[in-house]
T-cell receptor, first 113, second 115 residues
């Protein structure tokens, strides 16, 4: 069975500070991992994905995530937070060839001016 | 182009009404999805169509009826809904099939209010 745990339902950072959103997964097979962002009253936008290969993945808007198999983690980072980063962030996991995404419960990021 | 479009953007309907939500993608994707999302929660999967055939129905009440007229279109027909069905309804698509990366691309959603 696959699942995702996002530690911290709400994270606050100051503008310009490091953003770190945590995601741990459980999967019986090598997973595909994703981060999505959702702004208020909008759909989900794909930030980045890990499939195979390089474990450090770069995404849009300056975000990146590192796949660590030994820690079963896929944490999302951004060196310097911007006000426009305030949103809900979802981590998700899937299997190769599967049509399902398993979402974490989400982390709301607040950026303090 | 990674755009999925949904209409309408907002919908208010009474419990006796019949309405439909529409979704369209032109990315050549062969899998399409309907999700329901309540406030401050992750999306909940409702239906999956793979190569225009319903492949997953997550025990959704029969007052929700999906339809996939062709590989680019997905509809969700609504009838006799309850106030607790008020939510954001999201459509998504992915390449589908074995060997493809399963990331899904989401539309902007339809905000449904049942009165």
């Amino acid at each position: 069975a696959q699942s995702v745990t996002q530690l911290g339902s709400h994270v606050s950072v100051s503008e310009g500070a490091l953003v770190l959103l945590r995601c741990n997964y459980s999967s019986s097979v090598p997973p595909y991992l994703f981060w999505y962002v959702q702004y208020p009253n909008q759909g989900l936008q794909l930030l980045l994905k890990y499939t195979t290969g390089a474990t450090l993945v770069k995404g849009i808007n300056g975000f990146e995530a590192e796949f660590k198999k030994s820690e079963t983690s896929f944490h999302l980072t951004k060196p310097s937070a911007h006000m426009s980063d305030a949103a809900e962030y979802f981590c998700a996991v899937s299997d190769t060839g599967a049509n399902n995404l398993f979402f974490g419960t989400g982390t709301r990021l607040t950026v303090i001016p | 182009d990674t755009e999925v479009t949904q209409t309408p953007k907002h919908l208010v309907m009474g419990m006796t009404n019949k309405k439909s939500l529409k979704c369209e993608q032109h990315m050549g994707h062969r899998a399409m999805y309907w999700y329901k999302q309540k406030a401050k929660k992750p999306p909940e999967l409702m239906f999956v169509y793979s190569y225009e055939k319903l492949s997953i129905n997550e025990s959704v009440p029969s007052r929700f009826s999906p339809e996939c007229p062709n590989s680019s279109l997905l509809n969700l027909h609504l009838h006799a809904l309850q106030p607790e069905d008020s939510a954001l309804y999201l459509c998504a698509s992915s390449q589908g099939g074995q060997g493809y990366s399963p990331e899904q691309y989401f539309g902007p959603g339809t905000r449904l209010t049942v009165t």
